[in-house]
């Protein structure tokens, strides 16, 4: 079992910037990989961003790409999202999720078997 939590959502005016944290405890972190999402209110939960179990390997949604980074500090059991340039549209409640194993490029939420509660990004245009 795995519990995360995110933290670092808030209001923010367009072009600004966040950082999401999400901390990990339970099993050992550096076992999974990790993903961020995003659901926006009448919407499907949307991939953002996925790291291996290492951090060499990234990958990321075609809306948010050279807009955000995707990080982790397997000391700190940390999975980070940098977000820059942010848009009315990255309005949504984030999520981040977790999934055992080596293999990384994992784009569905299915895929992931643990996630966080969530935490809301709104963007003022």
């Known amino acids: 079992q795995v519990q995360l939590v995110e933290s670092g959502g808030g209001l923010v005016q367009a072009g600004g910037s966040l950082r999401l944290s999400c901390a990990a405890s339970g099993r050992t972190f550096s076992n999974y990989a990790m993903g961020w999402f995003r659901q926006a209110p009448g919407k499907a939960r949307e991939f953002v961003a996925a790291?291996?179990?290492?951090?060499?390997?990234?990958y990321y949604g075609d809306s948010v790409k050279g807009r955000f980074t995707i990080s982790r500090d397997n000391a700190k059991n940390t999975v980070y999202l940098q977000m820059y340039g942010l848009k009315p549209e990255d309005t949504a409640v984030y999520y981040c999720a977790a999934a055992p194993g080596s293999y990384s490029a994992r784009y569905s939420p299915g895929e992931y078997d643990y996630w966080g509660q969530g935490t809301q990004v709104t963007v003022s245009s």
């Open positions: 790291i291996s179990w290492s951090g060499s390997r990234t």
